[in-house]
């Protein structure tokens, strides 16, 4: 495995300069809505889990529903806590050179999953900010988007502004993205 040594690029976000390229590490932010939020999931679903096999013997039923139960209940309880590893201690990392964009998401260095696009083919590169009109700031995080493949890809939540300028400008000196003219149009959250 090959081991980056990455310096900072502005707040969270560290980057490497390669020959080719650049590789850009992206931690998640510590979001403490959403970490309150998934940690009430967690404890009623764990709650669940312990309730539903006492309250299923104590009627005598012992068909299918209290599997079915305690298995959606262990299935919520599991994505709760990927959720919380994630806002916790999850990174992306980018892989960026002339030929190809890597945008892997991990959890305690394992892989969640790995997108590869051609470079050439992504287009209208662009940072949206977080919308401020909610009643916590923050509340819809800031985002990276790009199209390839005939989709929107996004990457990067939760990165503040100056994180944002300052990555863009790192992935437009490898490589200068096509933008479509109604993107001047779009992306603006209010």
Known sequence: MERILYQTLAGR?????????IHVEIPTRKDWSAILAVSTIEIWCLRGLAIVPERFSSTGQTGGVPWIALTGFACVAAL????LLWTLVGKSRISLDQVELKIERQIL????????????????????PC????IFKGFVPGVFCFEAE???HRFGSGTTDIEAFALLNEMLDVYEFPIDRAVHYIGRRS
Request: net charge positive; hydrophobic share 30%; aromatic share 12%.
């Open 131 to 134: 919308s401020e009109f909610r």
């Open 150 to 152: 005939d989709k929107t």
């Open 13 to 21: 976000v560290r980057w490497e300069q390669t020959t080719a390229g």
């Open 80 to 83: 709760s806590l990927i959720w």
């Open 109 to 128: 260095e394992v892989h969640l999953d790995t997108r590869t696009f051609r470079t050439r083919e992504v287009r209208n590169l662009r940072y949206l």
